[in-house]
């Protein structure tokens, strides 16, 4: 499949006004996640994902790109929750820290994958304006995925970015960037993820955490394959 000339793709579904059902918004990062991607998939075999149009895929602008992910939380029309790949994290990050939104509305959830590093000499020149990374605790429950061998980050420095965003971390053992290059499939254990994440939003309010606190879930747990 062509993205590009299938914006329509991007469009987040026509829900009725007032729907409490949240959507889950993809965020991809460099170069847009091609037809293999797991994100991708994900999209195909599910009526509940849209994907966010940032546009700038090959040469991204952090202003624009958190611009258009406002955009998309905003024209949603109910709750969100976000899985990012790559720089579409740093992206969220961004977003979080320029919109200061309450906690949990309208994202009650993000799932991060494979955030590359964009303080410390990254590995792309188009990261950089990225950093540094905000490092504030997010404003909703988040879980960090990341690789033993991804190019873009050292394991250590993934897990820290976890940390500073006060989610909780999940070990996807040797895959790579988590991208399609690393041949995941529909990527059983994201699936995983994601249900765990959809658990903990739902939760959030039992945990201590509640939109109306304004504080993040703070936990020390760890995932892993």
Known sequence: MDFASNPERFAPPIVESGSDTPLILTVPGLDNSGPTHW??????????IARVDLGSWARPHRNTWVNQLNLAI??????????AHSLGCHAVAWWAAMERPAYGDP?????????????????????????????????FPSIVAASHD?????LHRARRLAQFWGGRF??????????????????????????????LATRSGEDGAPASTGGPVRAQIELSV
């Not at 994100?39 to 509940?48: G, K, T, V, Y």
């Not at 905003?74 to 899985?83: D, N, Q």
């Open 39 to 48: 994100q991708s998939i994900w999209e195909r075999e599910r009526d509940d």
């Open 170 to 199: 999940a070990d996807a053992g040797a895959a790579g960037h988590i991208n399609a290059e690393s041949d995941l499939g529909a990527w059983p254990f994201g699936q995983f993820l994601l249900r765990t994440l959809q658990g």
């Open 150 to 154: 991804d190019p873009y980050i050292q």
């Open 107 to 139: 994202v009650i959830g993000a799932l991060l994958v494979a955030p590359p590093e964009v303080d410390v000499a990254p590995v792309d020149a188009r990261l950089k304006s990225f950093g540094p990374a905000p490092k504030g605790p997010l404003p």
């Open 74 to 83: 905003r024209r949603a029309g109910r709750p969100v929750i976000l899985v």
